[in-house]
């Protein structure tokens, strides 16, 4: 029997549970408290602030920060050797929970009658504040994941209970935004988004705070391969991950799942502005699709030890396609047959989805130990951080690159407000024909993703269920 893990006061944590689920759930709830809001940009800051097609250059600039912010917040927590009172990951998570706060609401700030080198400015510096708030807090809650337990089972738990927070994360702004958000005519209301960023940020704060007071560490990282061990190098690190076959193809994954998720979103607010005639139930109808994933949960950790993470996950992968090509069937003339067709298309790609979402997860938690098996050292900050990287790149630019497609359409279309003289973009001048494109273009993001979630996991990753069992057999070996 493999001896328990001990803190450095020599207290042994309690046999893992329920409430480590529980607690990991409330983290990336807390997270997406904050993240959910990402979608709602685009609509603000095209729409509210009146920015067009400058929104899209926008976007690539601040990618600039976090090409620079993911891999550097990794490299300092892999590199902070200091003793914490009860972990170092759950010391940066705290912080990182203060500044968001108010973090989101800095990218929300209305004011469409300032010039347009002040909404840069603005828009910029908002985003720079929340999103390395946001890496301080969620690079080192993805890592805690392969520090909670070693047990491919548990960390399917985790897993699986992450995806329930991520999905009430979402669902909560989701449904609720909407009729909070828009006025009686449909259009956007700058101030009432901004208030809901705030509430957001402390809402994610109590969310942090309780998964912090409940998590367990169990996973000693003090023991190393080789005794000689050489000082952290980061270019080794990234060389490390860049070798790392299933950080890479669980990276491509994410990757592509963020592009359907993040580069859609706009599109399908509109389509059910313009469209559906009716924004009010987008959230509705998107919570929804979430009904497989939520199915899907319970059985994850059943099926992981039956089958495998990889396994599960390219099956996943199949039923997010199908879905994707069926979102191509469209009857423009009769809307109520379309969105019937829309929902149960979006049902079978979200199966799929819920299939890949719910042992993410703990795939990237392999990936670190994987790094260890390879090379002798962990390093989560590093690993956990460039795949949040590449993560983000996608929300970045799937949403930029969405937006100067839908322009080439004719989604933009600015006119002045006469009342404040500020530029907004009234949906209720654009053609019939702006909105089918509108419809298309979703279909199209979405297969893609799927496409590359396929690619990512079935061709790249290359941990399978024997695989995975042969490495954590000589990880245990060499740790005794």
Known sequence: MAKRPTR???DIPRNFGILDSVAYAAGDLGCNMSFALKGTMALFWTQVMGMGLWYSLLLIIVQVWDAINDPLIGVIIDADKRQYKRNKFLTYIWAGSIGLIVGGACCFIPVPQAPVWAKFIIFIAGYVIWDAFYTVANVPYGSLLSLISKDPADRASLSAWRSIGSIVGNMLPMVLLPFIMY???????????????????????????????????????????????????????????????????????????????????????????????????????????????????????????????????????????????????????????????YILC????????????????AMMGDAIDYNEWKTGTREEGVVYSLHSFFRKLAQGIGPAVA???????GYVNNAVDPATGAETIDVTLLAWDVAVNMRFLVAVLFTVAAVMQFVGLALIYDLDKKTLAKMNEDLTKHKA
């Open 183 to 341: 006025n009686a005519d449909g259009s956007l209301n700058g101030f009432k988004v901004f208030l809901a960023a705030l509430i957001m940020g402390v809402l994610g704060f109590f969310c942090f705070q309780f998964m912090i007071r409940n998590t367990e560490i169990r996973v000693d990282t003090t023991v190393k391969l080789n005794d000689d061990q050489p000082k952290f190098n980061v270019f080794q690190a990234l060389g490390n991950f860049l070798r790392n076959r299933p950080a890479v193809g669980a990276t491509v994954a994410a990757m592509g799942m963020f592009i359907g998720m993040q580069g859609a979103a706009t599109a399908v607010s509109v389509v059910f502005q313009i469209y559906f005639k009716n924004p009010q139930i987008s959230g509705i109808v998107q919570m929804f699709s979430m009904i497989p994933i939520l199915l899907f949960t319970p059985l994850a950790r059943k099926m992981v030890v039956k089958f495998g993470k990889k396994e599960l996950s390219v099956i996943g992968s199949i039923c997010s396609i199908i879905g994707g090509l069926g979102l191509f069937l469209m009857f423009p003339e009769n809307t109520g047959l379309d969105l019937i067709i």
């Open 346 to 361: 979006q049902l079978v790609y979200s199966l799929g989805l819920g299939i890949y979402s719910t042992v993410s997860w």
């Open 8 to 10: 450095p006061n020599g």
């Open 403 to 409: 937006l100067v497609i839908m322009t080439a359409m």
